[in-house]
């Protein structure tokens, strides 16, 4: 079984910058893309960007230019660099996984607990 853990949350105003953290464990054969999705209340859950475990990324177009998604291989673990946050990040940011927890394991999708965002002056 894989879990993943997000860390890194909090309250910010708004201009204020975060980094979230995302670390994978467990029985983890090999992890392909990972990335944030994003939940604010009454809305649906979000794309915010993802990353290939060759470095390739994609973001959401609200984020373009103030986010960067970056991982370490090495570390199973994914982070989020958020710059120039705007009350409308406000949301609980969730991270995922599509990883193989052994070599005869399919591919499955884990996703983390998720850590809460608040952008607020």
């Known amino acids: 079984q894989v879990q993943v853990v997000e860390s890194g949350g909090g309250l910010v105003q708004p201009g204020g910058s975060l980094r979230l953290s995302c670390a994978a464990s467990?029985?983890?054969?090999?992890?392909?893309?990972m990335g944030w999705y994003r939940q604010a209340p009454g809305k649906q859950r979000e794309l915010v960007a993802v990353?290939?475990?060759?470095?390739?990324?994609d973001y959401a177009e609200s984020v373009k230019g103030r986010f960067t998604i970056s991982r370490d291989n090495a570390k199973n673990t994914v982070y989020l660099q958020m710059n120039s946050l705007k009350p409308e990040d406000t949301a609980n940011y969730y991270c995922?996984?599509?990883?193989?927890?052994?070599?005869?394991?399919?591919?499955?999708?884990?996703w983390g607990q998720g850590t809460q965002v608040t952008v607020s002056s």
């Open positions: 995922n996984c599509n990883a193989r927890a052994g070599i005869a394991r399919p591919t499955m999708t884990y």
């Open positions: 467990g029985s983890i054969f090999s992890i392909y893309t």
């Open positions: 990353i290939t475990n060759g470095g390739s990324t």
